[in-house]
């Protein structure tokens, strides 16, 4: 199976900070990562897809990167809404696997 | 605006059994396959299974194999999780989520597997 390892599982942060969370694939899988925003009680959210591209009614403070296996989402001007759980995702192959998930937490 | 509602859950003793549903709307559900996420309390995302959109297509991940049975419905825009032989680590969160890339989730259905 391939390992999604995701760094940091938490963050403490403030606004206005810039913040990026990573996911080292242990294999290949391209382009197929998403990210996922989780608010308390709530489903997960879309936010990044193919690694790179803003899903719909995502705001452009969010980006995501690829550099060789890592990829990277990151939150340039952090807002109190931002505060939550974040997951990135492989879907190169079965089975599906998630990266730890990374708690952003405000100081 | 898609939608997919999950229920059927609830608290079951170990070793019975317990289906879900997800019912889908706002999409064409047959056109898209779909997937069973599950969330421990406390804990991250588990995968635990996809079906194609015509059924052709299956599989789960090694922790239910042999024990969960996905399926779907598309007239009724539909998809099921039947649940056998329930263990304790098997209580979560379960989400449905459309797609191969899980691009949409459902609100999600708490089961509790306890004496």
């Known amino acids: 199976d391939i390992q999604m390892t995701q760094s940091p599982s938490s963050m403490s942060v403030s606004l206005g900070d810039t913040v990026t969370i990573t996911c080292r694939a242990s294999q290949d899988v391209g382009i197929y990562v998403n990210w996922f925003q989780q608010k308390p009680g709530k489903s997960p959210r879309r936010m990044i897809y193919?690694?790179?591209n803003l899903a719909d009614g995502v705001p452009s403070r969010f980006s995501g990167s690829r550099s060789g296996s890592d990829y990277s989402l990151t939150i340039s001007s952090l807002e109190s809404e931002d505060v939550a759980d974040y997951h990135c995702?492989?879907?190169?192959?079965?089975?599906?696997?998630f990266g730890g998930g990374t708690k952003l937490e405000l100081k | 605006e898609v939608q997919l509602v999950e229920s059927g859950g609830g608290l079951v003793q170990p070793g019975r059994s317990l289906k879900l549903s997800c019912v889908a709307s706002g999409f064409t559900f047959s056109n898209y396959g779909m997937n069973w996420i599950r969330q421990a309390p406390g804990k991250g995302l588990e995968w635990v299974a996809y079906?194609?959109?015509?059924?052709?297509?299956?599989y789960y991940a090694e922790t239910v194999k042999g024990r969960f049975t996905i399926s779907r419905d598309n007239a009724k825009n539909t998809l099921y999780l039947q649940m056998t032989s329930l263990r304790s680590e098997d209580t979560a969160l379960y989400y449905c989520?459309?797609?191969?890339?899980?691009?949409?989730w459902g609100q999600g259905v708490m089961v509790t597997v306890s004496s």
């Open positions: 079906i194609s959109s015509g059924s052709s297509y299956i």
């Open positions: 989520a459309t797609s191969y890339s899980l691009d949409y």
């Open positions: 995702l492989q879907y190169d192959e079965y089975p599906r696997t």
């Open positions: 193919r690694a790179t």
